[in-house]
Each structure stands twice: as C-alpha cells, then as structure tokens.
C-alpha cells in the first residue's frame, strides 16, 4: 500500500469520524432543544396557570372587598334612615305631649281624668292607706278627685280607702313657653306603706308606657312593614 492509498484510507477514516461526531453532535442538539422546548412549556404552562390562580384569587378579593364596602354602604344608610326615623317618632311623641299639656286647662274633663287616674292607681295598689301627691296649681280640684275616686273604688271592690293629699310634696308644674326645669302634663303619682309601693300615673308616664307599647304600630303606620332584604347571595 502505497503513501496515497494510506493518506485516502485516513482521510475516509476521518471524514467517517466527522460524520459520526455531528451526527452525534445534531443529535445531542436536537434532544437539548427538545428538552429546552419541553421545560420552556411546561414553565410557561405553570407560570400561566399560577398567574390564573392569582387574578382569580384578586377577582374573588375584589368581589369581597365590593359585597363589604356595599354591605357598609348600606349600613350606613340604614343607620340614617333609623336616625331620622328615630327623630320623626321623637317628633310625634313631643306633638302628643304638646297636646297632654292642654288637657288640664279644661278644669271640667281634668278632674274627671284626675279621677280615673287616681281610680286606677287605688285599684292597682289594693292598700286601705294611699297618699297622692298632685301639681300644686292641682290642689284646688284635688280634695274632690280624690273623695270621687274612693267612691268609686269601694263601689268597685267594697273595700274602703283612706286618701290623703300630700300638701308638702307636689309634682312639676305644667309645661310653658319658658319651662327649663322639670314638668308634668298632670296627673298623680300614689304610694302606699310609707312610700314603699308607688304608682306613677301621671299623663306624662302614660305616654312613655303607651309610646313604648305602641312604637312598633306607629312605626308601621308612618314607613310600612318592615321588609327582610338579602345583603350577600
């Protein structure tokens, strides 16, 4: 074998060799590039579904954040709403005082309601001693109510009762245009056993028990029933 038969033999072997590294060459590039392709999608797909999990978890922290500010929104107005309605009642309550105030400057239909308030208060005690305590600018049709309604009791119960006017002790005087202190519509307030068992029953505390039971009808009457309203799905 001659020099050029062994510089062609060398040189095929060469070329195979070549041939073969980047035929292995390609091929490790192409698995490198599928690899690459393959984790560059699967990153992308897990940072896609992450980024979705994220503006999903905002979306729903928005929804919350927007069902609590519109919870407190509304809140908010039916606490104003309560407030004013509150005032209205408030309104009504010193419209009716106003007219309580009245009632006493008809002398005639006074005593008669002096009369039945004492009445009542006789037959809620029960006790045989009773003191009432009156307004004094009450004193002059005092003696009279009190002797009517004892009358009426025994006529009632057929028990008798003493009834004595506190002429030391009296209730406020009847509202003006230039009250500051305390005032009393009318009315009495009796007591028993030296002040032990007491019944209030002056016009003044009849309104406050009849508003306190009758708010929930005239609430009704001035804004309607009360409607249940659903705030959150």
Do not use: W
């Given at each position: ?64 954040q927007k069902k609590i500010n519109l919870s407190n929104e509304l809140n908010k107005a039916r606490l104003s709403v309560l407030k004013v309605?509150?005032?209205c009642l408030r309104e009504v309550v010193s419209e009716a005082h106003k007219k309580l105030a009245v009632i006493s400057q008809d002398k ?126």
């Amino acid at each position: 074998m001659d020099d050029s038969q062994i510089s062609a033999q060398l040189k095929q072997m060469q070329n195979f060799i070549l041939n073969e590294a980047q035929d292995k060459a390609d091929e490790i590039k192409a698995k490198a590039t599928q690899e690459f392709t393959s984790e560059k999608g699967r990153i992308f797909q897990s940072e896609k579904l992450k980024i979705i999990k994220d503006y999903e978890k905002k979306v729903k922290q928005i929804e919350v954040q927007k069902k609590i500010n519109l919870s407190n929104e509304l809140n908010k107005a039916r606490l104003s709403v309560l407030k004013v309605r509150e005032e209205c009642l408030r309104e009504v309550v010193s419209e009716a005082h106003k007219k309580l105030a009245v009632i006493s400057q008809d002398k005639e239909r006074y005593a008669a309601v002096l009369k039945n308030l004492i009445l009542q208060g006789l037959n809620k005690l029960g006790e045989d001693q009773v003191l009432i305590v009156f307004r004094q600018e009450d004193l002059p049709i005092a003696d009279k109510a009190c002797s009517e309604a004892a009358a009426a009791y025994k006529a009632k119960s057929g028990k008798s009762v003493t009834v004595t006017v506190d002429k030391q002790r009296f209730l406020p005087p009847g509202p003006k245009a230039d009250s500051k202190g305390p005032t009393c519509c009318g009315g009495v307030i009796l007591s028993a056993l030296e002040g032990r068992i007491i019944c209030k029953n002056t016009l003044d505390a009849r309104l406050d028990i009849c508003f306190d039971q009758m708010t929930p009808i005239v609430r009704t009457t001035l804004y309607g029933p009360t409607e249940s309203r659903k705030f959150f799905d």
